[in-house]
C-alpha cells in the first residue's frame, strides 16, 4: 500500500473545492438566467393566460408590450390617465401590486421545485 502525503491529500482536497465551487457558480447562473427568462413580460402574459397563449389575445398583448416599449410615452400617458387619483387609483395600485407579487411569487416557487429535482438524495 502507497500513503500519499499530507501536501498531495491538501492539494487534492484544494482542487475538489475548486471544481465544486465552479459548478455551483454555473448552476448559480443557470438559475438567474432561468429567472430571467420566467420574469419576461411575454412569460408573464403566458402563466397568466395559459388558456390563450396561443390564440390571438395573446399576440394582441405580445404587440402591446412591443409598442410600450418602442414608444414608452404611450404607457406613461396611458398611467397617469389611470392613476389620476381617487379611490379608483389606490384600487388599481392595490391590484397591480398584489398582481407582481403573485407572479413573482409564483416564478419563486417554480424555481424552488426546478431546483429540488436536481439535489443529492442524502
Known amino acids: 500500500m502507497v500513503k500519499r502525503s499530507p501536501t498531495v491529500d491538501r ?14 457558480r454555473e448552476s448559480l447562473a443557470q438559475s ?12 408573464l ?30 404607457s406613461s400617458s396611458l398611467s397617469a390617465m389611470i392613476m389620476r ?3 379608483r387609483s389606490k384600487l388599481l395600485k392595490i391590484v397591480g401590486g398584489a398582481f ?11 424555481s424552488r421545485r426546478d431546483g429540488g429535482r436536481g439535489d443529492d438524495p442524502r
Open 11 to 24: 492539494a487534492v482536497r484544494i482542487e475538489l473545492l475548486r471544481a465544486r465551487a465552479a459548478i455551483e
Open 45 to 74: 402574459i403566458k402563466g397568466l393566460l395559459p388558456g390563450l397563449a396561443s390564440g390571438s389575445a395573446s399576440r394582441w398583448a405580445l404587440q402591446a408590450i412591443n409598442l410600450a416599449r418602442r414608444y414608452p410615452i404611450v
Open 100 to 110: 407582481v407579487g403573485w407572479q413573482l411569487f409564483k416564478v419563486w416557487q417554480d
Open 32 to 43: 438567474i438566467a432561468s429567472a430571467g427568462r420566467k420574469l419576461e413580460p411575454a412569460s
Open 85 to 87: 387619483g381617487g379611490k
